[in-house]
C-alpha cells in the first residue's frame, strides 16, 4: 500500500476525539507550557515507533504472539468506549437529549462494523483519508468562525501541577502506540517503512489546530460545526478499531464483539472524558513497555543467533 495513503490514516486512527478534547483542557486549564509538551509527545510518538518498527525491535513476529494481540485487543475496548463517549457528550453539547444522543452514537458505531466488514484495513484506510479531510476542513472553519466571534480565552503560560501533569501525559503517550493493534496493522502494511514519518507530520496539523481552537469560547454554530468535526475524528478511529477486532479469532467473533461495545460503551459514559483517560494511563503504560522490553530481548536474541 501507498505510505502517503497509510501515513494520513496513521495520523486520523491516533487523532481521537478524546485527543481533541484533552488537548483543549490542556491548554485552557493548564497553560501554554503543558500543552506544548502534550503536543511534542502527541507527535514524537508516531516518529518512535515507526522507527522501531523500521529498525527491527518491534516486529511483526512479536505483533503476531497471542499475549500481545490479547492485550492489544482488550486496550482497543477501551479506545472505543473512549472515543463514544466524546460523540455523545458533543451530542448532548448541542442540545440533543441524553437518550437520543446515545442511540446515535449506537447507530454510528453499527455503521461503521457494517462498512468495515468486508474489505477491512483497506476500507478503514481509505474511510480514514476520508475523514482526515473533512476533520481538516471543519477545524479551519472552526477557526476562521471564532477570529470573527472576538470571544477569547486568556490562556495561561503555566499553572501549579500543570508541567507535572503533562510529563505524565508525555510517558503515556510516547509509550502508547506500542500497545495500539491500529498501529501494528498500518506498520505491517506499510511497505515503504515511511507511512509514520508522514503520519507525524499529518498529524501536527491537527495539534496546532487544538491550539489554535482553544483560544475560542465556542458559540452555538461553532458547537455544531465541532459536532461535525468529532464525529469525523472519532469515526476513523472507530473504524480502525473494529478491524483490529478481526484479529479476534476470526472475523465474524471480532463483528460480533464490536457490536456488542456498540451498545455497551454507555455503561462508562457517566465518567468523565479526561478522568477515563487518566484512569488508563498507569495500565497502558506498564502494558507497552512490557511489550517493547519483550520486543528488545526478541530483537538482541534474534541478533546474536546471525552472528
Known amino acids: 500500500m501507498d505510505s502517503k495513503k497509510i501515513g494520513v490514516s496513521v495520523a486520523a486512527s491516533w487523532a481521537w476525539g478524546t485527543g481533541f478534547i484533552v488537548g483543549m483542557g490542556t491548554m485552557q486549564e493548564k497553560g501554554l507550557i503543558p500543552f506544548l509538551i502534550w503536543g511534542v509527545a502527541n507527535i514524537s510518538t508516531l516518529i518512535i515507533f515507526g522507527f522501531l518498527f523500521r529498525t ?37 453539547k448541542v442540545g440533543i437529549k441524553e437518550d437520543v444522543a ?24 481509505f474511510t480514514d483519508n476520508v475523514q482526515m479531510l473533512i476533520t481538516y476542513l471543519l477545524g479551519g472553519l472552526l477557526v476562521i468562525m471564532g477570529i470573527c466571534s472576538g470571544e477569547r480565552y486568556s490562556i495561561p503560560v503555566n499553572v501549579d501541577g500543570g508541567i507535572g501533569w503533562a510529563v505524565w501525559s508525555a510517558t503515556i503517550l510516547l509509550t502508547s502506540p ?8 498500518r506498520a505491517k502494511a506499510d511497505e515503504q517503512g515511511k507511512a509514520f514519518f508522514i503520519g507525524a507530520g499529518v498529524f501536527s496539523v491537527y495539534v496546532l489546530l487544538i491550539a489554535l481552537c482553544s ?42 464483539v464490536a457490536l456488542i461495545l456498540c451498545v455497551a460503551w454507555g455503561v462508562f459514559k457517566q465518567m ?23 520486543g528488545i530481548i526478541t530483537y538482541k536474541s534474534e541478533k546474536c543467533q546471525k552472528m
Open 102 to 125: 446515545y442511540w446515535i452514537t449506537c447507530g454510528i458505531g453499527v455503521v461503521l462494523v457494517m462498512c468495515m466488514y468486508k474489505k477491512g484495513l483497506v476500507a478503514s484506510i
Open 272 to 294: 468523565g472524558i479526561i478522568e477515563l483517560w487518566g484512569q488508563i494511563g498507569v495500565v497502558r503504560v506498564a502494558i507497552c513497555v512490557s511489550i517493547l522490553i519483550a
Open 178 to 185: 506500542i500497545g495500539d493493534m491500529e498501529m501494528w496493522q
Open 215 to 256: 483560544n475560542f469560547v465556542f458559540t452555538p454554530a461553532m458547537n455544531l460545526i465541532l459536532l461535525g468535526m468529532m464525529i469525523a475524528v472519532c469515526s476513523a478511529t472507530l473504524d480502525s478499531v473494529i478491524v483490529c477486532f478481526h484479529e479476534w479469532n476470526n472475523k465474524d467473533w471480532g463483528t460480533t
Open 56 to 92: 527491527g525491535v518491534l516486529s511483526a513476529k512479536l505483533f503476531n504472539s497471542k499475549w500481545v494481540k490479547a492485550i492489544a485487543l482488550v486496550l482497543q475496548c477501551v479506545i472505543f468506549v473512549l472515543n463514544a463517549n466524546v460523540i455523545n457528550n458533543i451530542l448532548l
